[in-house]
Protein backbone atom coordinates (compact mmCIF):
# COMPACT_ATOMS: atom_id res chain seq x y z
CA UNK A 1 0.00 0.00 0.00
CA UNK A 2 1.43 3.51 -0.86
CA UNK A 3 0.40 7.09 1.22
CA UNK A 4 0.17 9.75 -1.36
CA UNK A 5 -1.28 13.41 -0.05
CA UNK A 6 -3.25 14.55 -2.62
CA UNK A 7 -5.35 17.92 -3.01
CA UNK A 8 -9.35 18.04 -2.69
CA UNK A 9 -10.43 20.41 -5.42
CA UNK A 10 -14.19 21.81 -6.59
CA UNK A 11 -14.70 19.75 -10.08
CA UNK A 12 -17.92 21.45 -11.77
CA UNK A 13 -20.70 20.27 -9.00
CA UNK A 14 -18.23 17.18 -7.69
CA UNK A 15 -15.10 17.17 -6.19
CA UNK A 16 -11.94 15.30 -7.53
CA UNK A 17 -8.75 14.56 -6.30
CA UNK A 18 -5.46 15.83 -7.83
CA UNK A 19 -2.45 13.67 -7.61
CA UNK A 20 0.94 14.84 -8.17
CA UNK A 21 2.52 12.79 -10.89
CA UNK A 22 5.24 11.68 -9.79
CA UNK A 23 2.98 9.89 -7.30
CA UNK A 24 1.15 8.57 -9.74
CA UNK A 25 4.09 7.44 -12.36
CA UNK A 26 5.84 5.79 -8.93
CA UNK A 27 2.49 3.49 -8.61
CA UNK A 28 2.19 3.22 -12.09
CA UNK A 29 -1.33 5.15 -12.51
CA UNK A 30 -3.13 5.61 -15.35
CA UNK A 31 -5.97 7.58 -16.19
CA UNK A 32 -9.40 5.54 -16.07
CA UNK A 33 -8.03 2.79 -13.57
CA UNK A 34 -10.00 2.19 -10.81
CA UNK A 35 -8.71 2.52 -7.28
CA UNK A 36 -9.68 2.31 -3.48
CA UNK A 37 -8.72 5.39 -1.29
CA UNK A 38 -8.80 5.40 2.36
CA UNK A 39 -9.12 8.63 3.58
CA UNK A 40 -8.04 9.64 6.82
CA UNK A 41 -10.01 13.54 7.67
CA UNK A 42 -9.20 14.32 10.99
CA UNK A 43 -6.14 15.88 11.87
CA UNK A 44 -4.66 16.10 15.59
CA UNK A 45 -6.05 18.88 17.61
CA UNK A 46 -2.98 21.33 18.64
CA UNK A 47 -3.56 19.78 22.76
CA UNK A 48 -3.12 16.75 20.86
CA UNK A 49 0.22 17.51 19.88
CA UNK A 50 1.86 19.38 22.22
CA UNK A 51 3.55 18.06 25.29
CA UNK A 52 0.92 18.72 28.63
CA UNK A 53 3.80 20.41 30.90
CA UNK A 54 2.10 22.53 34.17
CA UNK A 55 2.81 25.93 34.29
CA UNK A 56 3.71 25.93 29.99
CA UNK A 57 3.22 28.79 28.37
CA UNK A 58 3.65 29.53 24.92
CA UNK A 59 2.26 31.97 22.71
CA UNK A 60 -0.10 31.07 19.22
CA UNK A 61 3.09 31.39 17.13
CA UNK A 62 4.77 29.07 18.76
CA UNK A 63 2.15 26.26 19.05
CA UNK A 64 1.80 26.36 15.54
CA UNK A 65 5.27 25.77 14.64
CA UNK A 66 5.69 22.72 16.61
CA UNK A 67 1.76 21.64 15.15
CA UNK A 68 3.92 22.15 11.40
CA UNK A 69 6.57 20.45 12.34
CA UNK A 70 4.80 17.53 13.84
CA UNK A 71 2.35 17.46 10.59
CA UNK A 72 3.93 18.41 7.77
Excluded: F, Y
Excluded at 22 to 38: C, H, M, N, P, V
Aim: glycine content about 6%.
Amino acid sequence: METIHARVKKWGNSLGLIIPRASARQIKLKEGQEIDIIVISHLPRAKDILPIIPGLKITGQQAKDIARKELW
